[in-house]
Structure formats: C-alpha cells, structure tokens
C-alpha cells in the first residue's frame, strides 16, 4: 500500500508545472491557470510573461476558483472592456506595442495586395498569369487605396483610386499608364472595350469601357 500511494503521488504532481513559486495547472495559447495566492501583481506578471509567448496580452475577468485556490487568465491580441461576459478587471494590453503594430502592418500588407489584384482584375488580367503578376506588383508599389467600381452611364465602370498622403497623384498616373497600356492590349484581343485614367486634385479616375 505505501508503494502504489507513492505512485499516485507522483503521478498527481506531473501534471503540474512552475513558473517561479507559482504552481500552473494549465497553460496554452489562450489561457493560464494558476495557484490563486491572492498576491495579483505575482499573479498577472505570470500571465503577462505567458502570453508574450504568443504576442498576447493577457486580460484578469476574476476568474477565480477559490475552494481549490486557483485563478485563470485569459490571452487576447486585442482591447477588451469585458470578456466571456464578464468586466476585464485589469490587462496589460498596450496600443504602441510591436505585438500591436505588427499586426496592424500585416493586416495593412493584406489589405493593399488584394486591392492591388482586384484593381488588375478589373482591369482583365487573367488571375495566375505573368501579366496579372507584374501588374499587381507594379499596384503595390504605388501609395493608393482603390474606391468600390460603379457603373457609368455610358454603359462602362468607374474606379476611384486615391492616392495617400504624401505620395503624388502624377507618380500613380505614371505607374499606371504602362498597366493600363498592357491591359487594353488584352481588353481589345477580346473584344471588349479601353480603360483610360483620369487625373484628379487628390485621386484619379479609372475608367473602362
């Protein structure tokens, strides 16, 4: 008997591990929990060091089970006022963050790409071709965001394209114009009508017919 209550004991204790003189249940990309000492400044810089670990911030709802003295904390990449329902209570969660400002760049990056290959879209390179290729690499070198495309009433569409602050509305007419003269060279192979672009204060216009 005193030989299988050593095992038990042993085995119990594997399925705990340590981060200083804190005991952790549990831990993964979303949450921690911990042994609850009521010491939250120990507690929340535990859990702040954990979700660093995944470019996370982590957020303190009080989640806490105090019968068997343990307290979880939760890991987020964004603001949070409340969480699974209940008032975020403390987080370290800080805007100038390079977790923050990474991810923002990205999601920047992502945002341009697919505007540069909706625009060759539109303009009717064929997707997975050298063409469509160098013309959306040719877009993300430009400063531009691309307006939704309306129907004219001339039967054809409009694209406003605006240039961003600091970049010049003429540097994207010249970027532009060797795109358009290869797409019109596919436009008019297929029958269909010429893109033309037009120069405005702050944008320019694409029109295709």
């Not at 005991?23 to 859990?47: C, G, V």
């Not at 390079?98 to 992502?110: A, E, L, Q």
């Not at 010049?168 to 060797?178: A, Q, R, W």
Request: charged share 25%; aromatic share 12%.
């Amino acid at each position: 008997m005193k030989k299988i209550s050593i095992i038990l004991v042993m085995l119990f204790w594997c399925n705990v591990s340590f981060a200083g003189n804190l005991k952790i249940y549990h831990a993964d990309e979303n949450s921690i929990t911990m042994q609850l000492t009521w010491s939250y400044t120990k507690e929340q810089s535990t859990a702040a060091a954990h979700c660093a670990k995944y470019k996370k911030f982590f957020v303190n709802i009080w989640d806490e089970d105090k019968k068997n003295k343990r307290t979880t904390m939760y890991c987020v990449s964004e603001y949070y006022s409340t969480f699974n329902g209940q008032e975020v209570k403390w987080t370290n969660y800080d805007p100038n963050s390079d977790f923050v400002k990474n991810k923002s760049m990205s999601s920047s990056s992502g945002d341009k790409i697919a505007q540069a290959k909706q625009v060759c879209r539109d303009l009717g390179f064929k997707t997975n071709t050298e063409k469509f290729a160098d013309c959306a690499l040719k877009m993300m070198s430009m400063q531009f965001e691309a307006g939704n495309r309306v129907a004219t009433s001339s039967g054809g569409t409009k694209q406003e394209i605006i240039v961003k602050q600091g970049y010049d509305v003429g540097d994207l007419m010249l970027g532009m114009s060797g795109i358009i003269r290869d797409a019109n060279n596919n436009r008019s192979s297929s029958g269909r009508g010429r893109c033309r672009i037009f120069k405005s204060a702050y944008h320019a216009d694409l029109i295709c017919r």
